[in-house]
């Protein structure tokens, strides 16, 4: 491979099981995963090694802006191909292709759907009939239409070809994430892999590998927490922390990049102030139930029916009465976002809510003003 992937092991035998596998066949590696997580590393990993097995690659990395178009995928996926397979194809289909991928104009109705994935289905068995072929698409959700309707259409014919299909796709994503493979491929030649988050020891060597330092014990714990062991997460956090030139205080919250902010915000965005509401006593507490966060909210409610549209956008989940936002982060941008007033006086009401003396008294000591609670600890004293 071309670089160093740290904390991947598991992901990479299962990548490199997968390319040798397709000389017995059709096959397909689907990964999937959160924003940065590294699934787009695990995919890129992916196509250097079909290159460095000399297999045929064709490769597309989906964009959001073009999903409403007709045949960007297909065109980039072919383009490099295409001065060898169209001579091998039919007439319609070659011609149908062509004006598919604007290389020809045509004066008449669009191209027939099915001439054009007949021809790429000719295609493919032209460029497998000498080597292994591997489609790779990155960004899977973002695919155009037409362009998904068409791999369909040709995966479901392949018999014995040796190609292989590799694709990632964006957990949570608010598009329906496209599966080209879905009933095309056999169910056993198929593999999923969710990329899961960094160990703590990971992260720490991902941290001195691109930022050139490490952090202490206690900060790196904070920051393995705070980003979920999302390695894109935690260099940023980490550098916006380099940038503070010093380390982090005692029960200081790390800080939010504005880069991170915007990814944050699309999760949040649309979601109501009766949610919002809830949302922000869940941030507040470090186990929150259902019970005490209605408890702590005035006048007392319900709080299942408010964090329905939280739930429906995969921002928390609530599991035998306990709610948990899907992503740290997304529990420190909701806290953080609270004017300080209204924090100081939510902890106040979650003092009264919670039934462990510790918790409680966490929870007085940060309803207090921090020079009032200075002088009163000077007092004690």
């Known amino acids: 491979m071309t670089q160093v992937i740290i904390g991947r092991e598991s992901e990479l035998a299962a990548l490199w099981r997968f390319l040798d596998s397709i000389h017995a066949g059709p096959a397909a590696l689907l990964l999937s995963g959160d924003p940065g997580i590294g699934k787009t590393t695990v995919w890129k990993e992916g196509v250097e090694g079909a290159l460095q097995k000399s297999y045929r690659l064709l490769s597309c990395r989906a964009v959001e802006a073009e999903t409403r178009l007709s045949y960007p995928a297909l065109g980039d996926l072919l383009e490099s191909v295409l001065e060898e397979t169209l001579p091998a194809l039919p007439e319609p289909p070659r ?20 001439a054009v994935s007949l021809a790429v289905l000719g295609s493919l068995r032209w460029l497998a009939a000498s080597s292994p072929v591997v489609v790779a698409i990155d960004d899977v959700q973002w695919i155009d239409a037409p362009s998904a309707r068409v791999l369909q259409f040709v995966f479901r014919r392949l018999k014995q070809e040796p190609v292989g299909v590799l694709t990632s796709v964006r957990a949570g994503s608010a598009q329906d994430p496209v599966d080209v493979t879905s009933s095309a491929i056999a169910e056993e030649r198929v593999h999923q892999l969710r990329i899961e988050p960094l160990s703590v020891g990971a992260l720490d060597q991902v941290l001195r590998s691109r930022l050139g330092t490490g952090f202490p014990r206690t900060t790196l714990l904070h920051l393995h927490e705070t980003s979920g062991g999302n390695p894109f ?70 709080v299942d029916g408010r964090l329905g549209p939280a739930i429906d956008n995969a921002v928390v989940e609530v599991e035998e009465g306990r709610v948990r936002f899907s992503h740290p982060l997304l529990a420190s ?29 966490r929870h007085l000591a940060l309803s207090v003003e921090r020079d009032r609670l200075q002088r009163m600890n000077g007092q004690s004293v």
């Open 95 to 114: 011609h149908a292709l062509e004006v598919a991928l604007l290389r020809e104009a045509s004066s008449g109705p669009r191209p027939d759907q099915r």
């Open 233 to 302: 997460f935690a260099l940023e956090i980490g550098l916006a922390l380099l940038r503070q030139g010093s380390d982090l205080a005692a029960g200081k919250s790390l800080p939010i990049p504005k880069r991170l902010h915007q990814l944050i915000e699309d999760r949040l965005s649309g979601l109501p102030p009766r949610s919002m509401e809830v949302l922000q006593v869940v941030a507040a507490l470090p186990a929150p139930t259902l019970d005490v966060v209605a408890a702590a909210m005035t006048p007392r409610r319900r």
């Open 333 to 361: 941008a909701v806290y953080q976002a609270i004017p300080l007033a209204r924090r100081r006086g939510l902890h106040a009401r979650l003092a009264a809510a919670v039934t462990d003396p510790e918790e409680r008294a």
